[in-house]
């Protein structure tokens, strides 16, 4: 199984970038995704998850509003659309899943997920 995640950058506050993870090796359409970061001298955090159709998602409070979890079943891909993003949105994200583990519990129970990606770097700047 890899995770691919992309789209990450530097960018200006209030600015926009869309991060996707593209899988391979698995049956995607059967897995939930999370979206996950690590801000520098913090821990991993749950940012985003949807279910494996789409039909719903789950926010972190921090970004609710802000960031936009979707996915493209034909595609293989979960991407992250995050706008208006603040200075504390820094961090390394990365994409995860696991067949056990459902959109609604990711956000505590992420830890041993048994597919992580290799994250992407965002740099947001005041």
């Given amino acids: 199984v890899q995770l691919q995640a992309s789209g990450g950058g530097p960018v200006q506050a209030r600015g926009s970038l869309r991060l996707s993870c ?14 996950f970061r690590r801000a520098p001298g913090k821990e991993r955090e749950f940012v985003a998850a949807i279910t494996r ?8 409070d921090s970004v609710k509003g802000r960031f936009t979890i979707s996915r493209d079943n034909g595609k293989n891909t979960v991407y992250l659309q995050m706008n208006s993003l603040k200075p504390e949105d820094t961090a390394d994200y990365y994409c995860a899943t696991d067949l056990a583990i459902s959109a609604q519990t990711m956000a505590y129970q992420f830890y041993g997920m048994d597919y992580w990606g290799k994250g992407t770097q965002v740099t947001v700047s005041s």
């Fill in 22 to 35: 593209a899988a391979s090796g698995l049956m995607f359409f059967k897995y939930d995704m999370g979206w």
């Fill in 53 to 60: 159709t789409g039909g719903s998602t789950y926010y972190a």
